[in-house]
């Protein structure tokens, strides 16, 4: 039953990075929004891709901030 095991352990990663990379792209079209919406409250007019930049670096932050205690608890420091 070891090949079994595997393949659910494997099917059960797929779907646990699927979500996360689904999660991750809705993160960041939030972030997207927030950026620009404090920007046009401050009266700034950015450009598009200084928004992208921004709500890019928030959102890999989040992330990598979020991932820090997970790591922890699994004991992979």
């Not at 007019?45 to 990598?64: E, H, N, R």
């Amino acid at each position: 039953m070891g090949i079994l095991d595997s393949v659910g352990e494997l099917v059960g990663s797929v779907i646990a990075v699927a979500l996360l990379l689904v999660l991750a792209i809705v993160s960041f079209f939030v972030t997207v929004f927030i950026v620009q919406a404090g920007a046009d409250l401050a009266g700034y007019d950015p450009s598009g891709d200084f928004v992208t930049l921004s709500a890019a670096v928030l959102t890999a932050g989040a992330i990598v901030g979020g991932a820090s205690p997970l790591t922890a608890t699994a004991g992979l420091e």
